[in-house]
C-alpha cells in the first residue's frame, strides 16, 4: 500500500513563525497535494505539484508556499503564521490518471 | 470548473437501517468521483470511484454508489447500517483523466444509533 506520511500530528506556533509542514510518500507517485480542512468547508487545495520542481496554485494559496525538491517529498510552508491559518492540513499523493489520492493522517496546526 | 455539493451535513441512522448519502456533481467535461471516509483524528480513506466503466459502483465495507448522469449524482448507500460506520464521509470530483485536481463537498457525518 501506498504511504504518505506527515511528519507531524499536531503542531502548536505562535503568530508570525516561519512553519514547514513536511509530507512523504513512497510510491513514486509524481501528483503531491496540499489541503487544507475546516468544519463546513470540507477540504480546500492549497497547493500541488505534478513533478518534481513545479508547482500550481490551488483554490486559496495566499499566505503558503511550497517546495518540491525531490519526488517523494512535497513541503508546505506558512510565510508567517498568522491564527486565521489554524487548521487541519492533509497531504495527498495520486498514482496516475483515474485513481484517487492516498492521504496522510493530517498536521493539526493551532497558532496562538 | 467542477464542484459537488452534499445535502445535509449531518445524518443519523439507527444500526441495520439503510445508509443513504447524497452528492450531486456539476462538471464541464465527464467527471470523475470519488467517495471518502475519514474516521477521528484520521486522514481520508478512498472508498470508491467511478471513472466513466460500470455506472453501479462497489466500494470497501459495503458501501456502493450509483452514478446518474441525467439527475448528476453520485449517491453513496450501504443497505445496513453499523455501528463502525459512524464517520464524516466526502464526495470529490475531478474533470476526468487530465484534471490533477480533486474538488470536495463539505462533508456529510454520519452517527449511528443503537
Known amino acids: 500500500d501506498v504511504k504518505v506520511t506527515q511528519s507531524s500530528r499536531y503542531l502548536v506556533k505562535r503568530t508570525g513563525e516561519k512553519v514547514f509542514l513536511e509530507c512523504v510518500q513512497d510510491?513514486?507517485?509524481?501528483?503531491m497535494f496540499w489541503y487544507r480542512q475546516d468544519p463546513g468547508l470540507g477540504l480546500r487545495l492549497i497547493y500541488f505539484?505534478?513533478?518534481?520542481?513545479?508547482?500550481e496554485k490551488g483554490d486559496i494559496p495566499e499566505g503558503y508556499s511550497v517546495s518540491r525538491e525531490k519526488k517523494e517529498r512535497f513541503s508546505l510552508i506558512l510565510e508567517s503564521a498568522s491564527t486565521n491559518q489554524t487548521s487541519m492540513y492533509l497531504c495527498?499523493?495520486?498514482?496516475?490518471?483515474?485513481?484517487?489520492?492516498?492521504f496522510g493522517s493530517g498536521t493539526r496546526l493551532t497558532v496562538v | 470548473a467542477q464542484s459537488v455539493t452534499q445535502l445535509g451535513s449531518h445524518v443519523s441512522v439507527s444500526e441495520g437501517a439503510l445508509v443513504l448519502l447524497r452528492c450531486n456533481y456539476s462538471?464541464?467535461?465527464?467527471?470523475?468521483l470519488f467517495w471518502y471516509v475519514q474516521y477521528p483524528n484520521q486522514g481520508l480513506q478512498l472508498l470508491l470511484k467511478?471513472?466513466?466503466?460500470?455506472?453501479l459502483v462497489k466500494g470497501i465495507n459495503g458501501f456502493e454508489a450509483e452514478f446518474k448522469k441525467s439527475e448528476t449524482s453520485f449517491h453513496l448507500t450501504k443497505p445496513s447500517a453499523h455501528m463502525s460506520d459512524a464517520a464524516e464521509y466526502f464526495c470529490?470530483?475531478?474533470?476526468?483523466?487530465?484534471?490533477?485536481?480533486?474538488?470536495f463537498g463539505a462533508g456529510t457525518t454520519v452517527t449511528v444509533r443503537a
Open positions: 495527498a499523493s495520486r498514482g496516475g490518471q483515474g485513481h484517487g489520492y492516498t
Open positions: 510510491m513514486d507517485h509524481e501528483n
Open positions: 505539484s505534478y513533478d518534481v520542481k513545479m508547482k
Open positions: 462538471s464541464s467535461v465527464p467527471p470523475y
Open positions: 467511478y471513472t466513466s466503466a460500470a455506472t
Open positions: 470529490a470530483v475531478s474533470g476526468g483523466s487530465n484534471d490533477y485536481k480533486l474538488s
